[in-house]
C-alpha cells in the first residue's frame, strides 16, 4: 500500500536524479585568449582620445544554502590545459583555468549581496528589509542569496581551493571592507550574476538593463558610472575623472576584467604581507586604490585597452574617460556594457544624474557606507 510517507520519499528521490541530470550538463569552455571581434560599437564611431583615462594625482597618504562546486569541463579542447600542466603558470593563467570564460553563454541568475547577518535572523536591521526584499521580488527566478562574513569565508576557502594564494589574500586583508570589496569580484570570477550592495534597491529588472538590439550573447560585463565630475576641482573627490561604480555589477563567470582584478588585488595584499603593511595604519595605498572602484575603474580601462582580448583591425588611440563623459544610454565596446550615471546613482542631483523616475534608472543606492564610522561615509557631491 501506498502511503503518504513512501509517497514523499519517492518524490524526493525523482526530484534528487533530475536535479543530478541537469548539473552534470556542462557547457563547453576554452582557456585559449579571448579574443573578441567588432571590439567596439558606439554612437560616435571611432574613438580617438588622449591616452590619460583620468588618473588623479594622489598622495601616498550561518551559512545560508550549500553551493555545487566550481564548473568542469564537458570536453577538452586542443587549446586546454590539463590541471596537471598548471605548475608553473602564472596566476592569471590558473584563474583563467579554473574559471573559463563563455562569453555566448547566458548571464546566470545569482544575484549576490553581503551584510553580517542574513534576513533570516533578527539582528538583520529593518534598514535594509525592503531594499533587500526589492532583489527577489524583482528577480523571482534568480537565486538571491546575502551571505553572511563567516559564510563568505568558507565559501572563498571553498571556491578558490585551487588557487590557495587567493584564500591567503583574503584572509590576511585586516579591515572588513577590503574583504567586502574583494568578496564581490571573487564570487562574480567564480558564479557570475549580479552583486549589488546591501543598501541598493533595484528599480528595474536586470532583463532590461541592456537595449533589445544588443543580444545577451554579445556581452559579459556591465557596468555603471559612478562619478563624471566635469569640475576643476574634481580629484579633490574622486580618485579618477571618470569612476565605474563596484556596488553593482552584473557580470559572466571567468570574465577577464574580474581575473585581472582579483589577480592585482591578490598579488598587493601578498606584496604587503611580506613587507609587514597589512594592518590599517600601515597600508601603502589607499582603500579606493586598493581594492575600491579606482582599482576596478583601471582594470576596466586596461581591459578595453587590451590587444590580448581584442582583436583590433585597425589603428586607433586608447579609450578614455572621453569615450564616457556625458553619456546618457548605454554603450558597448566590445563585450562591456557601460550605463550611464543615472542607472546606479538617479537622484544624486549631479553630475548629470536624472531622477529615479527616469527610464535609464535601475538601482538606487542610498550611499550608507555601512562598513564605516558615521563620519566617513560617501556622500554624493552637490555640484556648485
Known amino acids: 500500500m501506498l502511503t503518504f510517507r513512501k509517497a514523499l520519499a519517492i518524490a524526493a528521490v525523482f526530484f534528487t536524479v533530475i536535479y543530478l541530470l541537469q548539473t552534470s550538463t556542462q557547457s563547453k569552455s576554452s582557456y585559449a585568449p579571448d579574443k573578441i571581434n567588432n571590439a567596439e560599437t558606439s554612437s560616435d564611431g571611432g574613438i580617438s582620445h588622449p591616452k590619460s583615462t583620468g588618473l588623479a594625482q594622489l598622495s601616498k597618504d550561518q551559512i545560508s544554502r550549500p553551493y555545487p562546486p566550481p564548473r568542469g569541463f564537458a570536453e577538452q579542447s586542443k587549446t586546454q590545459v590539463r590541471m596537471n600542466n598548471m605548475e608553473g603558470k602564472t596566476l592569471r593563467e590558473r584563474l583563467r583555468f579554473q574559471f573559463p570564460y563563455d562569453t555566448e553563454g547566458k548571464f546566470p541568475a545569482y544575484i549576490w549581496q553581503t551584510w553580517k547577518y542574513t534576513p533570516a535572523q533578527g539582528e538583520f536591521s529593518d534598514d535594509f528589509r525592503v531594499s533587500e526584499a526589492s532583489w527577489t521580488e524583482m528577480h523571482p527566478s534568480f537565486v538571491h542569496e546575502v551571505i553572511t562574513d563567516r559564510t563568505a569565508a568558507y565559501l572563498i576557502r571553498y571556491l578558490y581551493a585551487s588557487v590557495p594564494e587567493v584564500v591567503e589574500a583574503y584572509n590576511a586583508l585586516p579591515i572588513p571592507v577590503l574583504k567586502a570589496d574583494f568578496f564581490r569580484y571573487l564570487i562574480l570570477l567564480a558564479r557570475g550574476g549580479i552583486y549589488s550592495d546591501i543598501d541598493t534597491t533595484v528599480l528595474r529588472s536586470a532583463i532590461d538593463w541592456i537595449p533589445a538590439d544588443i543580444p545577451p550573447s554579445s556581452i559579459g560585463l556591465i557596468v ?23 556596488w553593482t555589477i552584473q557580470a559572466k563567470a571567468g570574465h577577464p576584467v574580474l581575473r585581472n582584478v582579483v589577480a592585482t588585488i591578490t598579488e598587493d595584499t ?6 609587514g603593511l597589512l594592518a590599517k595604519s600601515k597600508l601603502d595605498k589607499s582603500v579606493v586604490e586598493f581594492t575600491g572602484p579606482a582599482v576596478w575603474t583601471d582594470t576596466i ?22 569615450a564616457f563623459t556625458g553619456i546618457e544610454s548605454s554603450k558597448k565596446i566590445g563585450d562591456v556594457v557601460v550605463l550611464p550615471i543615472t542607472s546606479f546613482s538617479p537622484g544624486v542631483n549631479n553630475m548629470g544624474a536624472k531622477d529615479i523616475d527616469d527610464p535609464m534608472a535601475f538601482v538606487k543606492h542610498e550611499f550608507e557606507g555601512t562598513w564605516k564610522p558615521d563620519e566617513e561615509r560617501i556622500k554624493p557631491v552637490i555640484s556648485t
Not at 601578498?270 to 613587507?275: A, E, F, I, V
Not at 580601462?301 to 572621453?322: A, G, M, Q, V
Open 224 to 246: 555603471g558610472i559612478e562619478a563624471d565630475p566635469d569640475r576643476p576641482d574634481w580629484q579633490d573627490w574622486y580618485s579618477r575623472r571618470i569612476q565605474f561604480c563596484q
Open 270 to 275: 601578498l606584496r604587503m604581507k611580506k613587507l
Open 301 to 322: 580601462f586596461n581591459y578595453l585597452n587590451s590587444p590580448e582580448y581584442f582583436k583590433i583591425d585597425s589603428p586607433r588611440k586608447n579609450i578614455t574617460w572621453e
